[in-house]
T-cell receptor
Framework: DAGVIQSPRHEVTEMGQEVTLRCKPI?????LFWYRQTMMRGLELLIY????????DSGMPEDRFSAKMPNASFSTLKIQPSEPRDSAVYFC??????????????FGPGTRLTVT | AQKVTQAQTEISVVEKEDVTLDCVYE???????LFWYKQPPSGELVFLIR??????QNEISGRYSWNFQKSTSSFNFTITASQVVDSAVYFC?????????????FGKGTRLSVIA
């Protein structure tokens, strides 16, 4: 089975440009999470969805960040305008729901974003 | 608030040595889940184990073993007879029990270097 798919794997852009990161979760998973990894802050949650509905976006740093999940097999994370401090690795993860259980999250390979 | 502490930033061992990675967590929840993930040099996050707070039984999987002690809020990970391929950053993570899946709160990670 295919794992979580993210694109692009690497993105280099100039400050002020719009950046769109994409994620395809594992088929059948109804939870999708976006995390960001930086040296200073480690791995931190940005936003997560359940059945395509955003549940908690308190980790989204600023209004420049937005995320959507138009259907069960696709999500985007958009940064507009991008800034150098947004440089990080962005991970998408998915998991399936269970009865009272918090199941393991499977991560995509990440998108390494560099904003110059 | 939930918190995960991995006090060991970096560990270096010689191949075939045993090594234990420490993880201490804080949570007010009575039911929660603990996880370990591996991040090899290639950058992806690989799920290793999930543990429920009500199950304190230790677990062994090949050369890997986990020691969960609720009394000390610790969930330590031991690699027996380490190999060069074990070199990676290892993350301990915590999630609360809720009506569904919840985000992971990660520790800062421990970088393990296994020297041949």
């Amino acid at each position: 089975d295919a794992g979580v798919i993210q694109s692009p794997r690497h993105e280099v852009t100039e400050m002020g440009q719009e950046v769109t990161l994409r994620c395809k979760p594992i088929s059948g998973h109804d939870y999708l999470f976006w995390y960001r990894q930086t040296m200073m802050r480690g791995l931190e949650l940005l936003i997560y969805f359940n059945n395509n509905v955003p549940i908690d976006d308190s980790g989204m740093p600023e209004d420049r960040f937005s995320a959507k999940m138009p259907n069960a097999s696709f999500s985007t994370l958009k940064i507009q305008p991008s800034e150098p401090r947004d440089s990080a690795v962005y991970f998408c993860a998915s998991s399936r729901s269970g009865q009272g259980n918090s199941y393991e999250q499977y991560f995509g390979p990440g998108t390494r974003l560099t904003v110059t | 608030a939930q918190k995960v502490t991995q006090a060991q930033t970096e560990i270096s061992v010689v191949e075939k040595e045993d090594v234990t990675l420490d993880c201490v967590y804080e949570t007010r929840d009575t039911t929660y889940y603990l996880f370990w993930y591996k991040q090899p040099p290639s950058g992806e996050l690989v799920f290793l184990i999930r543990r429920n707070s009500f199950d304190e039984q230790n677990e062994i999987s090949g050369r890997y073993s986990w020691n969960f002690q609720k009394s000390t809020s610790s969930f330590n990970f031991t690699i027996t007879a380490s190999q060069v391929v074990d070199s990676a950053v290892y993350f301990c993570a915590l999630s609360e029990a809720g009506s569904g899946n919840t985000p992971l709160v990660f520790g800062k990670g421990t970088r393990l270097s296994v020297i041949a």
